[in-house]
């Protein structure tokens, strides 16, 4: 009850501070990203202070569930969107049962010229539009800076997304990180494979080849046993999905994402050239949530591959849906950003309706 409370109590004044943030530092000239810097060095300065105590909640020993032979103490996941230690161990700290850190790619880049990443309503609903381009600093600096002690020492399941624009690349991000992987103590590992990524210029995946799958699956499987999610974009068809399904099931110990933010123009959302560098970008949010519900039917209807729901989950009754249609574990990332604190309060809610 009071853990509840204080979480409710967290909630509204993290939601006053940020709205406050993004007042004065959002909107001359209109750019989010500022704003977020701003969130990030403060949110650093608490979890490396004694303050990071008061941010501590424990989970309910009731709700935990399990992807194969990994145990999550909560169903509730962060998204691969960011590779922050301050947030990844924050996150930890409320309550999320795992962590996957932001897509690793080759060689360090950038990302898309800002701004890159605004609030927008969409179909009168709060979201994000981002063009980050998938800004990263790359394998190296991943490999070197993978076992940081304030992440693992949770002991829960940390996932790695890997990224390429083809497929040597893909498995030359993977062997690098898999031979730090082997090398540690830590077992908790999953790989997610991103095939998804709407938000670069023209809103296509990074790979949708089945053949290119199919042989990068087998690449894995030959040196690793670790769980290995493939992420799925929300803009692929109901056949695509399916079809991945079914390659997905000769393998083992593999489970499907079904979700990631979906690719909409700038100009549909109101944003001109000055607002929005891209003419496109990723929508997140609240309005994907529907389109993921239908897809983790979809798969649970048609397949035994396990599915991790990812997009638009806001709310205890959102991922209580989610999980009611087949999904073993909920991916969250807008309500990470926008107020991380309903992780207790949802793991709270799980652990009364069991």
Known sequence: MLSNVRAKIFSINYRFIRRTIINLCARRPKDLEQAIMIGDRLNSSLMNSPLRNFFKFSIPKN??????????????????FKDDIDALFQWQLLGLGGITYKTVLKTPSDGNKRPRIQEIYYNSHYGLINSLGLPTKGLEHFVSNFDNKRILSFNRPVGISIGGNNLDEYLSVFSKIHLKVHSLDFKKVFYEINISCPNTQDGKCLSDNLENLSSLLTAIRSVSSNVVIVKVSPDSSNEDVLNICELLSNFEKCAINVGNTKHISAQSVGLNANEFSEEGGGLSGIALFKNTLKRVELVHNNSKIPIIATGGIMDYNQVKSVQGKGAVLVGMATQLVTDPFKIPQINIKLSHAL
Do not use: C, G, M, N
């Open 63 to 80: 709700i935990s569930t399990s992807l194969f032979d990994l145990e999550f103490p909560s169903p509730l996941v962060a998204a691969s």
